[in-house]
């Protein structure tokens, strides 16, 4: 009974039915309904007195039957139920009877179906469990500031997704901050010449007595004051590009009129610049005010860069525009190809102070044509210089 009490709930609220049952009929009519009851149910129910109970129970086994309690007497194998019978000393009498147990084979089916739902879960969260703590241990040394860290592969294809992203997270993180790095580098590097030669030059300005000196100071150091400011307004330009990308207004251009534009608009430049239109009219989906921006940089690098000559032309490949300007210029060594579109990356040392220029021009093209889901390449050239060359989808990606 102690082990398995729920399985005499049901006796019990039987026998306090039929004892309400009861207390609503005369006495005389008791043994009668009790007996109706038992043939109904078919269970071994009967009418005693108190007296009669606790005297036909066994020693150790006695219970007090009191008002408004069911008490239950077990002997070997067999167990009896006694209901009193509030307000008299009757009491209704179900057994004896077998003890009721949950069937074994039941139980032992649960046991084995939980069992089994167990290793089940634990084989899934297993996994799970392994890639969270490589993911918590990747976190804590990438918050360390060990930004090269990678979490390993996977275990459990629910987590890949998540440590794909954060491995991404992490290279997107750390390319970032190297080109921060390098990018701060080169700004001190670019600032520092300029300073120097002003500083010198204010230095010689003091002790110069001769006023030809002392205005070729003077202007040595008007030149520096342009330079930086020149730095500065490029610095701006390539930061306002380097960082959110700003909202675009792509609509359908016809490409010819934007490249006869800016070429047009450095013809008037000391240099011999051609345009080779295409044969046919080719429809380009870009924002034109960039895409311009972009080409005028390639114009102005072929025109400082080359030897008096530059050529431009485009057409498409596939599903692609294409726009090459060339020069006659010493061209590009293959060393410095990949990296010549990052900030202040310089091909030669001819990109200096006379030439203009600090290396943001075609940085700022490779983020344009970026935006535009297009590249940005330098390759030889015809004409014996350089080749620069961008291109981007001519429609709209779907």
Request: proline share 3%; net charge negative.
């Amino acid at each position: 009974m102690d082990q398995d009490v729920e399985s005499y709930t049901g006796y019990k609220t039987m026998l306090q039915a039929i004892g309400d049952y009861v207390s609503n009929h005369p006495q005389n009519e008791w043994q009668g309904v009790i007996e109706d009851a038992a043939n109904r149910y078919h269970l071994p129910l009967a009418l005693a007195r108190i007296t009669d109970i606790e005297v036909a129970a066994k020693h150790g086994e006695r219970r007090a039957v009191g008002a408004g309690h069911t008490n239950v007497f077990i002997e070997q194998d067999t167990v009896t139920l006694h209901h009193l019978i509030a307000g008299s000393n009757y009491a209704i009498t179900l057994g004896p009877t077998e003890i009721p147990t949950r069937p074994r084979a039941e139980t032992m089916v649960r046991v084995l179906v939980l069992v089994a739902l167990a290793v089940m879960i634990l084989v899934w969260l297993w996994p799970i469990s392994r890639d969270l703590h490589e993911l918590r241990r990747v976190t804590k040394e990438f918050g360390k500031e060990h930004f090269d860290v990678q979490a390993a592969k996977p275990k459990s294809i629910m987590m890949a997704g998540l440590i794909h992203g954060f491995n991404g997270m992490a290279v997107r993180i750390k390319h970032l901050i190297d080109a921060h790095k390098e990018l701060t580098t080169a700004i001190s590097h670019e600032l520092r010449t300029p300073m120097a030669r002003s500083k010198f030059a204010l230095q010689m300005l003091s002790r110069a007595d001769d006023e030809t000196k002392r205005q070729n100071y003077i202007k040595q150091i008007c030149g520096d004051i342009n330079e930086l400011e020149s730095l500065v307004n490029e610095l701006l330009e390539y930061a306002s590009l380097e960082g959110d990308k700003p909202k675009l207004n792509f609509a359908d251009y016809n490409l010819d009129d934007i490249v006869s534009q800016q070429v047009a608009l450095a013809s008037g430049q000391c240099a011999e610049v051609t345009y080779q239109p295409p044969a046919l009219p080719i429809k380009v989906h870009c924002d034109r005010l960039y895409i311009e921006r972009a080409l005028s940089n390639y114009i102005s690098n072929a025109i400082k860069y080359g030897d008096g000559q530059v050529a431009i032309s485009c057409d498409t490949v596939g599903r692609e525009c294409v726009i090459k300007v060339e020069d006659n210029g010493n061209g590009v060594d293959d060393c410095v190809k990949n990296t010549l579109f990052d900030a202040f990356s310089r091909a030669d040392e001819s990109r200096n102070k006379e030439t203009g220029g600090f290396g943001l021009g075609l940085a700022i093209v490779k983020r344009v044509l970026e935006w535009h889901g297009g590249s940005v390449y330098v390759e030889s050239s015809s004409l014996g210089g350089a080749c620069f060359v961008m291109r981007w989808p001519t429609h709209k990606k779907r």
